[in-house]
Nanobody
Framework: QVQLVESGGGLVQAGGSLRLSCAASGRIASIADMGWYREAPGKQRELVATISFGGSTNYADFVKGRFTISRDNAKNTVYLQMNSLKAEDTAAYYC???????????????WGQGTQVTVSS
């Protein structure tokens, strides 16, 4: 099985910064895309940012210029540097990974348990 463990969430004032981390472990042959999603109370889960194995990135418009996604392939870890945080960024942030466990099996999507980010105004 594969586990994704997030860390780095917390409470921060508006304008502040946080850095989220997500480490994948278990039986992993390769990881294609990794990404971050968020879910605020009463809203659907939405894409924040994704990054390919080669480092190509994609961002939601509402975080462009403020958030940066990166990854360390040797550690199977993805990061999200969040700057200039706003109250509307308050949400549970979830890590996602597109994992191939063995070369004989197709890729599957895995999710972390979520880490809460709360931005006070």
């Amino acid at each position: 099985q594969v586990q994704l463990v997030e860390s780095g969430g917390g409470l921060v004032q508006a304008g502040g910064s946080l850095r989220l981390s997500c480490a994948a472990s278990g039986r992993i042959a390769s990881i294609a895309d990794m990404g971050w999603y968020r879910e605020a109370p009463g809203k659907q889960r939405e894409l924040v940012a994704t990054i390919s194995f080669g480092g190509s990135t994609n961002y939601a418009d509402f975080v462009k210029g403020r958030f940066t996604i990166s990854r360390d392939n040797a550690k199977n870890t993805v990061y999200l540097q969040m700057n200039s945080l706003k109250a509307e960024d308050t949400a549970a942030y979830y890590c996602n990974a597109d994992v191939r466990q063995t070369i004989w099996r197709p890729r599957s999507q895995y999710w972390g348990q979520g880490t809460q980010v709360t931005v006070s105004s």
